[in-house]
Structures are given as structure tokens and as C-alpha cells.
């Protein structure tokens, strides 16, 4: 399959997704966000984007779903924002969201392959956060369009599963959790449970591709691209929402990292 035949699927089963995540979640968020100066990020980003400084800064959030990370992020002091999803029904959320918050963040429906060159060098900080880097089928190419949007000087914050994770099966009750795949997969996995990890309701969903990288993908596509790397750590939490039990080991595994990098 060609890469837009694998966002053009992943698009299809995120709307699939969005009037179910909406159902569990949106008024509770509407509610959240119509405090002023709401915060949903949790301890670890809020310190990573603070270290990195966000006054006044241009910041695009790529995969930002229905926007209440970069919401957050403009109560946090950030100038222009702009977050950018594939999804119709997510951009519609994130706009409802943004308006009922009174903040002023643009909110556009674009393929991360595909986001016009109007946006190039506008940005001083891209943010990827939770469960975005595995829709990307070619992640060579993603830290390509990183790298155009931002400033010389910008910074890039990835706060981030941990790729172990795709070597287990969020479904298994096991602890210590089985063994299932190959840390080295190159395949794509293909799902057609659907994405109600909120509801937990069943359906058989539009297929989707998720890709495993390696934690030296990673690293590698940023370097390839003139990044330098800052910072980097890992931690024992999870932030995926389906990999929790994992936490409850007698013996940690990484279960998600931040990576800070700037361009040149
Ligand atoms: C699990 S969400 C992660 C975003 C956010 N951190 C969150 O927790 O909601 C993944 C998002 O990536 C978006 N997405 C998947 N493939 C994409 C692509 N090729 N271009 C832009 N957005 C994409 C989906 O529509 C979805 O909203």
C-alpha cells in the first residue's frame, strides 16, 4: 500500500472514533476548558514545554486530536497555536472546544505528508504527544515535515509510548505481560477493533495501520534531519490509557520517554 492509502484508512477510522470519544468526554472537557487557565497536561509535559519556554511562542501541535493539549498549552503562556489532524470529526471538536474556552487557537484538518508549504518556518516549537508517532507510516518523511515548519532555532518536544510496548498485547491480563512480537517488526499491525478506549464499546471499525518504531528510528530521524538532541528520558508510567496494568510490576519496564531536540 502507498502511504496516503494507510492515512486514508487511519482518517477513516478516526472518524469512525470521533462521535464515540465525544459521547464519553466532551462535556466533561467543555466544563474543564471554560475555567480559565485550565492545564489537562500532565506533571512531565508541562515541566518539558516549561524548560523548553513557551511565552509567547509559535507552536503547531501535529496529531492534536481534539485539541486539549494545545489548549492547555496556550493557557501556559503560548502565542500562536495551531494544532493539525487528520480527522474531520477531531478538528470539529477542537474548534468547539477552542471557542468554548475563549482562546484563540486555529484548528486545521490536514495529513501530516500533506501540510502546505504556507506553514513552513512558522513555528517555534512542534509538539507530538500520546499515541501519534505509530499512525505515521513513513517516519523518515514526518521528521522531514518537522523540520520544515519550524524556525532556525525552533525546538521539537515528542512525549511518547514507549515503542517496547508494541511487543505486548494491550489485551493481556498476564503480569509479568507475554512476549508477542519482535522488538524489530517492520510490518504494519492492522486492527479492526476500533478506537473506543474510552467507552470500551465493540465495533468492527474501518481497518487501521499502526507502525512499530524503534526507539533508534527515533532518534535517527531526528539526527538525519539536523536535530540535536537535548534531552532525552524514559519513564516507568504509562500514558497510552491501555498498557496501565503494566505499571503494577514487580519489575519496571519504560513505558513511555520524552525526547527534546532543536533545529539548527
Ligand atoms: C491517539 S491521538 C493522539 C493525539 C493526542 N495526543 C491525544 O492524546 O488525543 C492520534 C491522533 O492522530 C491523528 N492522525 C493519525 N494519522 C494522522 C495523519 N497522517 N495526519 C494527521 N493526523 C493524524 C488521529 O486523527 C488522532 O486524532
Redesign the pocket.
Known amino acids: 500500500m502507498q502511504r496516503s492509502e494507510y ?1 486514508a484508512a ?1 482518517r477513516a477510522a ?1 472518524n469512525e472514533a470521533a462521535p464515540l470519544h465525544q459521547k464519553q468526554n466532551f462535556e466533561e472537557l467543555l466544563a474543564a476548558f471554560r475555567q480559565p487557565g485550565y492545564n489537562r497536561l500532565d506533571r512531565v509535559a508541562t515541566e518539558q514545554l516549561k524548560a523548553i519556554g513557551l511565552e509567547s511562542k509559535a507552536v503547531v501541535h501535529l ?4 485539541g486539549r ?1 494545545l489548549l492547555s498549552v496556550k493557557n501556559l503562556g503560548a502565542g500562536r497555536c495551531v494544532g ?4 474531520d470529526g ?1 478538528v470539529e471538536q477542537a474548534r468547539t472546544l477552542s471557542k468554548a474556552a475563549g482562546l484563540d487557537c486555529e484548528f486545521h484538518r490536514h ?3 500533506d501540510i502546505p508549504a504556507t506553514y513552513d518556518g512558522q513555528f517555534d516549537l512542534t509538539m507530538i ?4 508517532l505509530g ?1 505515521m507510516p513513513r517516519i523518515d518523511d514526518f521528521f522531514g515535515t518537522v523540520v520544515r515548519l519550524l524556525k532556525p532555532g525552533g525546538w521539537l518536544a515528542i512525549y511518547e509510548m514507549h515503542p517496547l510496548l508494541d511487543m505486548f498485547d494491550e489485551d493481556d491480563p498476564m503480569i509479568p505481560p507475554q512476549l508477542k512480537e519482535s522488538y524489530f517488526r517492520e510490518k504494519p499491525f492492522v486492527d479492526v477493533s476500533g478506537l473506543d478506549y474510552y467507552g470500551h464499546s465493540q465495533y468492527k471499525s474501518a481497518p487501521m495501520y499502526w507502525f512499530h518504531h524503534k526507539l533508534c528510528d527515533i532518534i535517527q530521524g531526528c539526527l538525519d534531519h539536523g536535530l540535536s538532541i537535548k534531552h532525552f528520558r524514559e519513564y516507568e508510567h504509562d500514558i497510552s490509557a491501555v498498557f496501565a496494568n503494566f505499571e503494577r510490576q514487580r519489575i519496571s519496564l519504560p513505558l513511555s520517554y520524552t525526547l527534546t531536540a532543536r533545529r539548527g
Not at 493539525?84 to 480527522?87: A, F, H, Q, R, V
Request: glycine content about 4%.
Open positions: 492515512t487511519n478516526w496529531c492534536c486530536n481534539n493539549e493539525i489532524d487528520i480527522s477531531f495529513d501530516i505528508y504527544t500520546v499515541g501519534a499512525w
